[in-house]
């Protein structure tokens, strides 16, 4: 399977690979490099749901890591690593790869973590955008969640009472990483869409 990582393992043609001996032999040896508590989510990026026994039921869809082809895994609009005993966010994040931390990242209704693992996730979703429909912070939030948007997404992004409005450039000065838009910024359809998404109550 070459090079031991997960950087470019999530194609058809290694999961296939991985069935064989010499594949299985390999795999073993990446998933061995993780906590235990990290290994089932590894292996789900690896090899998909069906063949790392995770229930795909479980996993949230809509918040969560997810593989991007070749460019490896993303969480939003940012390459998201997992290695060893540490998760990193794009160029500049880093957090403890907790068993916490993981069942936030991963699952629809994580249950057992810490405040340190919460904090840590919270800012993992700010930096990313993934709570952005699109990923593009001049977008509407991404309310279909369901209990993951209930129960965590909806505190870091609170719903705007009657009367207020947050504009697209409030939202960029309070908690937006400016470069994670570069290159969108100047794209006319993008500010279009977004000021299609502010709406003010009276």
Partial sequence: MGEKNIADLETTAIREQAKTPQGQKDM?????QFPLHAQKY???LTLGAAD?????NTLDAHYGPRVAGTSGVNL???????EGNY????????ARGTKGFYDLL???DPKNYTQSDLANYEEFIRKSNVAYS???????INRYGGSKYAKFIKNIYPPKGKGEVELPAVQLARDFDINSVVGQI????????????VSIVL
């Fill in 87 to 94: 998760v990193y966010l794009g160029d500049n994040l880093k």
């Fill in 186 to 197: 100047y794209d006319p359809n993008v500010l279009v869409n977004g000021l299609k998404g």
């Fill in 42 to 44: 590894i292996a789900y």
């Fill in 52 to 56: 790392s026994g995770i229930d795909e």
């Fill in 106 to 108: 991963f699952l629809k």
């Fill in 134 to 140: 699109g990923y593009s912070p001049f977008r509407q």
């Fill in 28 to 32: 073993q040896e990446i998933l061995s």
């Fill in 76 to 82: 939003g609009s940012k390459n998201i690593k997992f």
